[in-house]
């Protein structure tokens, strides 16, 4: 159920949001809670402190709705705000928009539109919340995060975390944009870096989609982790998803042709997760590290554009689930003895 701050001073509002949302509040979609200014919400605020979204008006007594963003912004980072007011003149938006506030509805209410921006902002704080949760979970500060999910974090359960290092099981991914080097040795700085990044967040997406990580980028490549029930299952899952939408991408941007494709290398088992760097630089990372990971990285190596190449090992784990060809034998480096490899097809 999520719950829903409404600030206002005017009673009949909390009567056409009880009636309007009637069926949400029956079947316990939403719960309201309800403040008559800023500093009744802020009381409101302590006591439940599962509110995700709230509602204010900007004109009341006490504490008015802009007063009230700057004071949620300072203690309530997680939460998200929309202001529902009839001052919908651009300063009062640009106002409200550089203290914190998500969004705006202009009074006379239009519910309709009013229930989708609930839903939108509620997505959002879903978005915030599971990223901080895979932060906490995975110990990592390495992926791109928005700040109010760094403000919310208890300093010191973080760094306690930090000096844990475990053994765990784990699958690893290398995604690979083939021909990108070439790109960026012939091309304008900016529009290879831009390039780069946007083909980054179309990868980054689908590994998050699986539960995954990104434990490093790596020039054009990615280093993605995936923990927990069925790692390797949902790593060929986002893998498949990378290359599928790679691969729906136009060949050019607006200043750069390029066709892209990965090659992907998977590889599952044990690996050891720590926090490794330098002491005397004061630049550590937490990431895994062994066997599962190099090997992760040399199947990459043997891939072809368009290929997700895994071991006989792994093969044997998924062949019920995912359509597999046999590739053959190839000797990895490092490697004492030629491995068996496979191509996950679909």
Not at 10 to 35: P, V, W
């Amino acid at each position: 159920m999520a719950k829903i701050l409404v600030v206002d001073d005017e009673a009949d509002l909390e009567i056409l949001i009880k009636q309007k949302f009637r069926k949400q509040i029956r079947e316990n979609l939403y719960e309201f809670i309800f403040a008559k200014n800023g500093r009744h919400a802020l009381e409101q605020l302590e006591i439940h402190n599962d509110v995700e979204v709230v509602l204010s008006d900007i004109n009341m007594p006490e504490m008015d709705g802009l007063t009230l963003l700057s004071k949620l912004n300072e203690k309530h980072t997680l939460l998200k705000s929309v202001i529902v007011s009839a001052y919908g003149d651009m300063e009062n938006i640009r106002t409200a928009m550089n203290r914190g506030a998500f969004d705006f509805v202009t009074k006379p209410v239009d519910f309709n539109d009013l229930e989708l921006t609930i839903e939108k902002t509620l997505k959002h704080v879903k978005h915030l919340r599971e990223t901080l949760k895979a932060i906490k979970e995975n110990n990592i500060l390495k992926m791109y995060v928005d700040e109010t999910v760094l403000n919310y974090m208890d300093t010191r359960e973080f760094e306690s975390s930090l000096l844990k290092n475990e053994t765990v099981e784990a699958t690893v991914a290398f995604i690979d944009i083939c021909g990108f080097t070439a790109i960026s040795e012939n091309e304008k700085p900016d529009d290879v870096v831009k390039l780069l990044n946007s083909l980054f967040d179309v990868m980054v997406k689908e590994i998050l989609n699986q539960g995954g990580f990104v434990d490093k980028f790596i020039g054009d490549a990615i280093m993605a982790v995936f923990r927990s029930d069925f790692h390797l299952d949902r790593a060929i899952d986002a893998c498949l998803a990378v290359r599928s939408q790679i691969e729906k991408l136009p060949g050019h941007s607006d200043h750069v042709h390029f066709r892209p494709k990965v090659s992907i290398g998977i590889n599952s088992g044990e690996v050891v997760s720590g926090n490794i760097g330098s002491h005397g630089l004061k630049r550590l990372d937490y990431t895994v590290i062994g066997d599962v990971v190099n090997t992760a990285q040399r199947l990459q190596s043997a891939a072809s554009p368009g290929q997700i190449v895994i071991n006989e090992k792994a093969y044997e784990k998924v062949k019920e689930s995912f359509q597999c060809r046999k590739v053959g034998e190839v000797s990895l480096k490092n490697k004492s003895r030629a491995e068996v490899i496979w191509e996950v097809v679909e």
